[in-house]
């Protein structure tokens, strides 16, 4: 009787806990629409860009518990919200959720604790949030953060000074920023970083671009609305690990150059007529592969082509 009844009690107790957290998690995301946000489980993740799928589980299972029973909140945007606050208790018990936006505003410490402590927490979104450089601090203790989106306010020079203090931070976006070029020497001292996005960060110049050769693992770099001139290109040669690069002047006035290519790796002019492209077969001996920038008058950008070497 003994083991009928530890044999029964075990797949109970392991439902009692699917129901209590799909519960209390379904309660949550009802509370974040109710106040204007958004709250999304993994079988609507990715939002109106993809139709649904199904939740997961029996349904049986899920007639009998709730939808929600074998799957997960993991997309809570509170960008909307009127009072973020309110939800810092609830939050630190999503233990699923890998996305998070906050809004505008001043965020309590007790919201950016908790959000610093969850465990899966991969993108996370601050845009134009009022956080102190003491509160990005203790943000960048989070053992799972990757992925940082920062705009406005919360993209600050004092503010960015203190993403060194990240254990990993593999990608970072600044969008229409105060940034300057004392921002982009912050960022350049984050060595984990391989992917960087400005976008409006009307402040930032030449001279803050050349902090970003320091960046040794950077792979994407792209820069949209900046004083960066076409002068960057001197300085491109010293980021060999480059794979994608786009910098355009958004919306100031500014113009680079007549159409001009330059190996990567030397910072030597090529010539346009000795590139080709053999994408659907073997690369000729006479022909090596080679990572250009090629400047236009309202774009500069990284391109692979096969460089004619022969005589």
């Not at 029964?8 to 957290?21: D, E, F, N, T, V």
């Not at 960066?228 to 150059?257: F, H």
């Not at 690369?283 to 022969?310: H, M, N, T």
Request: glycine share 8%; with cysteine; hydrophobic share 40%.
């Amino acid at each position: 009787m003994l083991v009928v009844i530890l044999l029964l009690a075990i797949p109970l107790g392991w439902l009692a806990g699917k129901i209590s957290r799909s519960q209390r998690e379904t309660s949550f995301a009802n509370q974040v629409r109710k106040a204007g946000g958004v709250a999304r489980f993994d079988y609507d993740a990715a939002g109106l860009a993809y139709a649904p799928s199904s939740p997961k589980g029996h349904w049986l299972l899920r007639a009998a518990f709730g939808k929600n029973l074998f799957s997960y909140l993991c997309v809570v945007d509170l960008s909307q919200v009127e009072d973020p606050n309110a939800f810092a208790d609830d939050i630190g018990r999503m233990s699923q959720v890998d996305t998070l936006s906050l809004p505008t505003g001043p965020l309590s410490d007790g919201l950016i604790d908790n959000v610093a402590a969850l465990p899966n927490l991969w993108n996370l979104t601050l845009d134009g949030s009022t956080i102190t450089p003491e509160q990005m601090r203790r943000l960048c203790k989070s053992n799972a953060i990757g992925s940082w989106r920062l705009g406005g306010a919360a993209a600050a020079d004092e503010i960015l000074e203190e993403l060194q203090h990240a254990d990993h931070l593999p990608q970072l976006t600044i969008l229409h920023s105060p940034t300057t070029d004392r921002g982009l020497k912050a960022i350049s001292e984050i060595d984990s970083l391989h992917y960087l996005a400005i976008d409006q960060a009307p402040a930032v110049t030449n001279q803050g671009f050349e902090h970003l050769v320091q960046l040794p693992n950077l792979t994407f770099l792209r820069i949209d609305g900046t004083q960066i001139t076409g002068k960057c290109v001197d300085s491109l040669a010293q980021m060999p690990k480059l794979e994608q690069l786009t910098i355009t002047p958004g919306m100031q006035k500014l113009q680079y150059q007549v159409r001009k290519i330059y190996r990567l790796d030397t910072g030597t002019p090529v010539d346009p007529t000795k590139l080709s492209r053999f994408d659907c077969g073997p690369l000729p001996a006479d022909f090596e592969v080679v990572k250009c920038v090629e400047v236009q008058q309202s774009e500069i950008r990284l391109e692979v082509w096969d460089l004619y070497i022969g005589k």
